[in-house]
């Protein structure tokens, strides 16, 4: 058994891994066919609204939705190549789930740095 990391040397370990996405990265990313997965939470989507045309899977659902083979999954979990931009709050968390959508094969997953609070912040569209 390996010995006990903290949350941050797992962000950091898990973070080496993706190619993570700015603001204005992520929407040319959304505008060249990436699929923008807004993770967050009921509350905080209803405090600070929606990004355009991200689609909404609730963490605890990540996995099932995004996986191409699975029985559950969205219809726009087209494949293992597509890629996926992965955006929580504040951009901790979904760097977490990127990695494990990378674990189920999807190479491209990463996430948005900063989360929806930087999309916010770099005045780009918010519905809601």
Not at 53 to 74: I, K, M, T, Y
Not at 77 to 89: E, Q
Request: net charge negative; charged share 25%.
């Amino acid at each position: 058994m390996s010995e006990p990391m903290s949350i941050d040397e797992l962000l950091e370990r898990v973070r080496k891994d993706l190619d993570r996405v700015g603001p204005q990265e992520a929407s040319q990313a959304a505008a060249d066919g990436a699929l923008l997965v807004d993770i967050r939470y009921a509350a905080l989507r209803e405090r600070d609204g929606l990004i355009p045309g991200a689609l909404v899977v609730e963490r605890n659902e990540l996995e099932w939705r995004l996986d191409p083979q699975g029985s559950h999954r969205a219809a726009e979990a087209t494949g293992h190549g597509l890629r996926v931009v992965v955006i929580c709050n504040e951009g901790y968390a979904s760097s977490l789930a990127a990695a494990s959508l990378r674990e189920l094969g999807l190479y491209r997953a990463t996430d948005l740095i900063g989360g929806f609070q930087a999309w916010r912040a770099a005045g780009l569209p918010v519905e809601g």
